[in-house]
């Protein structure tokens, strides 16, 4: 609880009353649904089935924020091999965008513009010559 009121998920309000920013119900649900399965390691080997190639990109929260293993992101790499990236956020809690905002915000602005630079070379290649 102390971790969460020094991050700001959690607060005392003047009435006295505590609040949290993060509902319950739907933390559970992450835990029973993502976290706490095999899930990713499914989804991970869909896409290598798939036979496509676009790249995929994972961000991690520094240690204290995580909830991303070392052997999550190994196996994960091992699935995926060259078309994962992993982007490592050393001082950022779980909430990435707000944590390490300029970071993040770089990071989606690589990917953003790489992927706008592979489309544009595949139109540009497959257009018809003059």
Not at 15 to 33: A, K
Not at 98 to 108: C, D, Q, W
Request: glycine share 6%.
């Amino acid at each position: 609880i102390q971790r969460w009121l020094e991050q700001g998920r959690i607060e005392q309000r003047s009435d006295g009353t505590w609040w949290s920013h993060v509902n319950p119900v739907f933390r559970n649900l992450c835990y029973e649904h993502i976290i706490g399965t095999d899930n990713g390691k499914r989804d991970c080997e869909l896409i290598v089935q798939q036979r496509s190639s676009f790249p995929c990109h994972v961000l991690v929260a520094g240690d204290k924020g995580t909830v991303c293993s070392e052997q999550s992101l190994q196996e994960m790499k091992s699935i995926l091999g060259d078309r994962l990236t992993i982007h490592r956020y050393p001082s950022a809690t779980h909430s990435i965008h707000s944590s390490a905002k300029e970071e993040y915000l770089a990071t989606v602005e690589s990917i953003v513009m790489s992927t706008q630079s592979k489309r544009l070379d595949s139109i540009i290649n497959s257009a018809p010559l003059l």
